[in-house]
């Protein structure tokens, strides 16, 4: 068995996203979207998969590198 878990770069090692998180940006990366996006308290989220990176909408604004990794689980 697979499982699929979709990380961001912070500093210098990448961390998971939220498994509700990262299930939505899977479904938005299956379905051919263009990116995924989603609300949190510090303003709105999205992946955008031609460059892999994580936008915020806020007042700064920082591109985190993401990456989809395959992990096989037993």
């Known amino acids: 068995l697979f499982q699929v878990v979709w990380q ?3 500093d210098s090692s990448y961390k998971n996203y939220p ?3 990262s299930y939505l940006i899977e479904k938005a990366y299956l379905n051919k979207e263009k990116a995924a996006k989603w609300e949190e308290d510090n303003g ?3 992946v955008i998969f031609k460059d892999m990176v994580e936008r915020t ?3 700064t604004v920082t591109d985190l590198p993401v990456r989809r990794q395959v992990e096989c689980i037993r």
Do not use: A, G, T, Y
């Open 8 to 10: 961001f770069k912070d």
């Open 19 to 21: 498994k509700e998180i």
């Open 44 to 46: 709105r989220m999205e």
């Open 57 to 59: 909408n806020s007042n």
